[in-house]
């Protein structure tokens, strides 16, 4: 079945008569999605970027000691960034790679910024090394979030010059980046006070665990104190459980329950979608407003 799979996807191709291809960009139709719009669909915002978005990046390499790797981090924020303003948002953004390539995350937070909906926003992309690392890092790992807290955090503020505001400090990801964003928090609360977990992979548990119905990361954050963290969670309705078992959809409700009875301040949303980032570019940008929005 996996290898049919794999052959599946290895020969997909964007349907030729499809007029919104996406990403627009992609260099052939095997990297292009076919998708579906209707009329009424809800606005993502910050996309398309635009024309005049014009965000300064900055690149550095990040050595970890404690992860015993290293990887190219992407900065990006406003050009004539005041790093003394107390308005600046810190996003650490997981899957940094793909929320450059398919989100162009740098563009449309420079766009939601010049509109004055966000304040200025300095955005980490922290990218995978590879899938291997992904799925050992992301996953509810005690000691990354230590090296994000101790080691990544430090050399952000040496690079920006800010400060970084455990509540103005976020984390968001997508899938497993949005497991991430929720068990960093728990771990390390005092730097990062936001989460952002888009299709968070919530039905994940650590081996060995036994289940008892309610999934590990909500049932963590119901075996403690509540702590000073405000969230935005959201899951596709498409993203439902088979043969019984509890999906994302089921296990971000469940998550959002728990949470919302520990008196969290919690964000909830619901898309008509699946697992990608055609629905992740509109979400990213719908949990910063959320969080960080500025009022009218």
């Known amino acids: 079945m996996r290898a049919r799979r794999v052959a599946i996807l290895a020969t997909a191709q964007m349907d030729p008569l499809n007029r919104h291809p996406w990403p627009s960009a992609a260099p052939d139709r095997f990297n292009q999605d076919s998708t579906v719009v209707l009329r009424n669909a809800p606005a993502q915002p910050g996309t398309p970027p635009a024309a005049e978005a014009d965000p300064e990046l ?17 900065l990006s924020f406003p050009r004539g960034l005041d790093p003394a303003d107390p ?9 940094g790679e793909q929320a450059m390539n398919r989100i162009d995350a740098p563009r449309m937070l420079d766009t939601l910024t010049r509109q004055g909906v966000l304040p200025p926003v300095v955005a980490v992309l922290i990218p995978s090394i590879d899938s291997q690392t992904r799925g050992k890092e992301l996953p509810g790992n005690p000691l990354f979030a230590q090296a994000l807290a ?24 997508a899938s497993y980046g949005g497991l991430a964003a ?13 989460a952002i977990a888009m299709s968070g992979s919530f039905w994940w548990a650590p081996e060995d665990t036994a289940a008892d119905g309610i999934p590990h990361v ?34 971000s409700r469940q ?7 520990q ?5 909830w949303r619901e898309y008509v979608g699946g697992h990608d980032y055609l ?8 949990g910063l407003i959320a969080l960080f929005g500025k009022a009218e």
């Open 58 to 74: 900055k690149r550095f390499t990040f050595d970890s000691g404690l992860l015993g790797n290293s990887r190219e981090i992407t």
């Open 150 to 173: 101790e080691e990544l955090l430090p050399r952000v503020a040496a690079e920006t010059g800010i400060r970084p505001d455990p509540a103005r400090t976020v984390l968001a990801g």
């Open 218 to 251: 909500a049932a963590a954050y119901a075996g403690r104190e509540r702590l000073p963290i405000r969230f935005f969670l959201s899951a596709g309705l498409f993203e439902t459980g088979r043969a019984g078992t509890a999906g994302i959809l089921e296990t």
């Open 182 to 194: 929720a068990t960093v928090a728990l771990e390390c609360p005092d730097a990062f006070g936001n």
């Open 279 to 286: 629905i992740w570019r509109g979400v990213l940008a719908d």
């Open 87 to 95: 308005d600046i948002v810190l996003a650490m953004i997981f899957d």
């Open 263 to 267: 008196g969290y301040e919690v964000a």
């Open 255 to 261: 998550l959002r329950d728990v949470l919302r009875l």
